[in-house]
């Protein structure tokens, strides 16, 4: 049998615990739970499969509110119950008051924050349509950027109606806050590093203002460490040594996906070799990463982020960033985890592989740590030549030598 997951559960007998996972798969996503199967996924049967299913219906039925839409079907052949659930639209679904969630293979009650969120989600609304608290609000900020990216002259209260930051009933909501001059959010944590994160060169916190002076004046700290002027003929030029088209994706993706019920900042760390940007709130890394985010966490914040030409179209940016670096050897990185979403831009360098260097690289790429007498086999080449390519790749700074003596292994760097 299958191992127990994210989305299946095992149970040798009926007992109340079962409620729980019917309440997380209510609310997360649909799963299933299979009566009759002992933890270590041993199928042992069930006698009366009549009577339990109708047992189970009553559980539910007397346990779970409200009522979540699921299904039982009968294996008569090894006399096993499947019990499926359907994540449900009427979220949160409750076992005693209780909502929860799915993590690994067990059922753990969801925080004070994620059940908010699920509050919400039940009643179709997201966190930025709710009521802002401060409804004395100024936006001479977003008003010049639109003046200046789309030549609007007349801004005002019709506008922020336009872009869904005003109700005539409701006032400004929390969309409304992150875009004005001065709100209470936090911002973006920017720290450089030198040669290790014990060496903190420089230090800038930029917060309590509109999301597009964030934007901007984090994009001036990329500029400062991340640019060299290059003279050409009788003009200066402005080279990046990380793509600058990268760098501005990655900061919109943070600025529109990430969770803003969190009080925490958009962290950016500069490395001499990379910079990582970790936005607070994760995603599901399949659909983060493919693009296929069918609903924004903040579809008003990502239309006008769109709208001045930060981001060319939704759901493209993952796809953007990974096409900057097709001619590179060093690829950006994506992290993603239930509470946050991590991007790791490396620089870009101009490096000229023979095709044996090459290969040794695209070997360390598949297969990780390795010795050298490993890398010889799969390269079939001598120990002599084997050696003077792994040190010309160590020179350029791509291979990394681990280890001492007869237990030295080679990396990536």
């Known amino acids: 049998m299958e191992r127990e997951n994210k989305t299946l559960e095992y149970k040798e007998t009926l007992t109340k615990s079962f409620l729980k996972t019917v309440s997380a798969y209510a609310n997360y996503g649909t799963g299933r739970i299979i009566f009759g199967v002992n933890d270590d996924g041993v199928i042992v049967g069930i ?3 009549d009577q339990l299913c109708l047992n189970i219906e009553n559980s539910i039925n007397d346990n779970i509110t409200p009522h979540p839409s699921y299904r039982l079907t009968q294996d008569h052949d090894k006399h096993l119950i499947i019990l499926t659930v359907e994540e449900g639209l009427d979220k949160p679904y409750y076992y005693k008051n209780k909502a929860y969630c799915r993590k690994d293979s067990s059922s753990i009650e969801v925080d004070r924050t994620e059940l908010n969120r699920l509050i919400l989600e039940g009643m179709n609304v997201n966190y930025e349509d709710l009521q ?12 010049s950027y639109f003046q200046k990216q789309l030549g609007i002259k007349d ?57 597009l002076t964030l934007f901007e004046k984090t994009e001036e700290v990329f500029s400062l460490y991340y640019s ?96 900057l670096y097709n001619d590179s050897l060093m ?16 620089i870009l360098k101009e490096i000229n592989l023979t095709e044996d260097e090459l290969r040794i690289y695209n ?22 030549k084997c050696i003077r390519l792994l040190n010309k790749l160590i020179s350029q700074q791509l291979v990394e030598k681990i280890g001492q003596s007869s237990a030295i292994k080679y990396k990536l760097k």
């Not at 070997?363 to 002599?384: A, C, D, T, Y």
């Open 363 to 384: 070997i360390l790429s598949i297969h990780g740590e390795m010795s050298r007498e490993e890398i010889e086999k799969e390269l079939h080449v001598n120990k002599s």
């Open 331 to 346: 690829k950006p990185e994506f992290i993603v985890t239930p509470s946050t979403i991590s991007i790791t831009l490396p």
């Open 155 to 211: 801004f005002n209260k019709d506008t922020l109606i336009t872009l869904g930051l005003y109700d005539y009933h409701k006032g400004y909501n929390k969309c409304a806050e992150l875009f004005a001059d001065k709100n209470a959010c936090k911002g973006v944590d920017i720290m450089r590093f030198g040669e290790s994160e014990d060496v903190v060169l420089d230090r800038r916190t930029f917060e309590h203002a509109s999301l």
């Open 228 to 323: 060299q002027e290059i003279i050409n003929g009788m003009t200066r030029e402005r080279k990046y040594l990380i793509p600058q088209k990268a760098f501005r994706e990655a900061l919109a993706n943070a600025i529109v996906h990430r969770s803003y019920d969190i009080n925490a900042h958009i962290n950016i760390a500069m490395h001499p070799e990379y910079i990582t940007i970790t936005s607070p709130g994760g995603l599901s890394e399949e659909a983060y990463e493919n693009g296929n985010i069918s609903v924004l966490r903040n579809p008003k914040i990502g239309n006008i982020i769109f709208r001045l030409r930060y981001i060319e179209s939704f759901g493209t940016g993952i796809r953007r960033i990974k096409a």
């Open 132 to 143: 802002a608290q401060n409804q004395d609000l100024t936006f001479h900020v977003l008003e």
């Open 47 to 49: 006698n009366d499969l």
